[in-house]
């Protein structure tokens, strides 16, 4: 590497693999190659001997326009990925202590944005107008097709088009390798199998080359996929952690993978997400088996008890799956991109996985980065800047999210709970929202940056959603058009019937796909 500022970059190395790794990969290959007539060498080091933490196995809406971007066909990625669709996530007793009412205590964060534009219905429904439906229920349609097991597509759609927005759950491992095999025989990306014992710096503190057990890789530019270890930014360019644990307080995670009952059981087309006593528990269905586990704080339980919260959930017919164990670092970087380096995935920050958080900001920043991606070396420094603007922002916003859920749960069944509900361990950006929000809607001026993550759509979902308390009555004059209201309500109803009459069953619809593959878009 040229230590003169005019140095043009020609040759980036991405250290790790996985998810984050390739997805990176694929980014920066696709973008450079389209963006110069000499694309840039991409370099991908990654370790045969250390197994990738292969958990995420959630997405959310943007993955599909990704895969599209990158050109990857969706039939041939739920074929080799195990995967199915996902229209939602379901909490499930997420709301009040169990066993204090009767029914089922849950909801639907949707994927389809609700009905708020031109004509917005939840402040109808917040004064009573919906005659009993849920929120979800009123201002979609795509609730009902979840709780009847239906695909979100029909056959004739084409690829990444369906009746109801969606994403998908996946086998992780078989997803990296699907990636993994589109950049290198598509993109061009050169895949280097080698463990990395040696990183060199430049005297000015740039990285300049990697040592290897296979020789050495020397680049212009370094991405920094290595996981919770954070190699190049952590290590050896000594950039901080920000610990986020007192505000999100789930550490550890116990993840197992269960059969199921039979080869035509039925798959949820949403992520089942239960409430337990130090945190939740995730369950995903795949084609051929489930992918569960149990997030939760060590500092409001013992290792031994979670595994008995997870194992009870399971039930006895599964006593024999194995569990495996993992230590969360909750939290993210100071700064994302340093010198010649940035950091996508572990290495760049971790919550826990509660809205698909991981591939969402992995996805999100990876892309960024090969958007903002400098052409030469005196460049870095305002594209540095603006990237670890954003990707903080990015960061701090995923977090207020994630922290919601729990700080507006009306649960007090135990110190995990307790302590989530308490001011101080909220953002003081929260808890200004949360309080304008008990006498007004949110709104999109409550979200004023692309790099929100979560949205409008979003939050309204979880609020209301989880009941929570926002109170019209002294603006309810302001909204004289319920009976528009109530008939635009009855028209989402019959509209649900009459798309849920026209889609398949989920299993069997991923069944055809995978037989007769789609139409491409």
């Known amino acids: 590497m040229a230590e003169n500022s005019k140095h043009l970059i020609k040759h980036v190395a991405i250290v790790g693999g996985g998810t984050a790794g390739w997805l990176t990969a694929n980014h920066l290959a696709k973008r450079l190659e389209a963006a110069s007539a000499n694309a840039i060498k991409v370099t991908l080091i990654e370790s045969p001997d250390i197994p990738t933490i292969g958990v995420g196995e959630g997405t959310v809406p943007a993955i599909r326009k990704t895969l599209q971007y990158f050109g990857i066909s969706e039939a041939d990625f739920i074929r080799e990925c195990d995967a199915t669709f996902k229209q939602s996530i379901k909490f499930v007793d997420w709301v009040r202590n169990p066993g204090s009412h009767t029914g089922v205590d849950s909801y639907h964060h949707l994927f389809d944005f609700p009905c708020i534009q031109p004509f917005d219905l939840s402040p109808y429904w917040l004064l009573n107008s919906a005659q009993n439906l849920s929120y979800a229920d009123a201002v979609s349609i795509q609730g009902k097709i979840c709780d009847l097991g239906l695909g979100p597509k029909q056959m004739v759609d084409p690829e990444y088009v369906g009746t109801t927005n969606y994403a998908y759950h996946l086998d992780a491992a078989k997803f990296a390798r699907l990636l993994t095999k589109h950049a290198v025989n598509n993109l061009g990306v050169q895949h280097l199998l080698a463990n990395v014992q040696q990183v060199v710096l430049t005297a000015d503190g740039n990285i300049e080359k990697l040592m290897t057990d296979k020789g050495e890789v020397a680049a212009d530019f370094f991405v920094d996929c290595s996981g919770f270890g954070a190699l190049l930014i952590g290590q050896h360019l000594n950039v901080g952690f920000i610990d986020k644990k007192s505000i999100l307080f789930a550490d550890y995670a116990l993840a197992a993978q269960v059969p199921y009952s039979s080869e035509n059981a039925p798959i949820p087309c949403y992520t089942i997400s239960t409430a337990k006593e130090s945190g939740w528990i995730w369950d995903i269905g795949l084609t051929t088996r489930r992918g569960t586990g149990y997030v939760y704080s060590s500092a409001h339980t013992s290792h031994e008890r979670a595994e008995e919260v997870l194992r009870d959930y399971l039930g006895h017919e599964h006593a024999d799956v194995s569990c495996r164990k993992i230590p969360m670092n909750v939290g993210y970087r100071e700064k994302f991109w340093v010198k010649n380096c940035a ?14 958080t991981g591939l969402l900001v992995y996805d999100a920043t990876a892309r960024m980065l090969a958007d903002l991606f400098p052409a030469c070396f005196d460049e870095i420094p305002a594209a540095a800047a603006q990237f670890n603007l954003r990707a903080r922002h990015a960061w701090d916003k995923v977090i207020d999210f994630v922290k919601l859920h729990y700080f507006i749960s009306q649960r007090d069944d135990s110190d995990f709970w ?16 949360l309080a304008s929000w008990r006498y007004q809607l949110p709104t999109e001026y409550d979200f004023p940056s692309r790099m929100e993550i979560f949205n409008l759509e979003n939050y309204l979902y979880v609020l209301y959603g989880m009941k929570y308390p926002t109170d019209l009555s ?48």
Do not use: C
């Not at 307790?418 to 001011?423: G, T």
């Open 474 to 521: 002294g603006r309810a004059s302001r909204y004289v058009d319920g009976v528009r209201a109530q008939t635009l309500m009855q028209k989402i109803q019959q509209h649900a019937m009459a798309s849920s009459s026209q889609l398949l069953p989920h299993r069997e619809l991923i069944d055809r796909i995978k037989r007769f593959g789609l139409q491409k878009y």
């Open 418 to 433: 307790r302590d989530n509900r308490a001011p101080a361990a909220a953002s003081e950006e929260l808890l200004a929202k």
């Open 343 to 356: 950091a996508i995935g572990l290495s760049q920050g971790f919550v826990e996985p509660l809205e698909a």
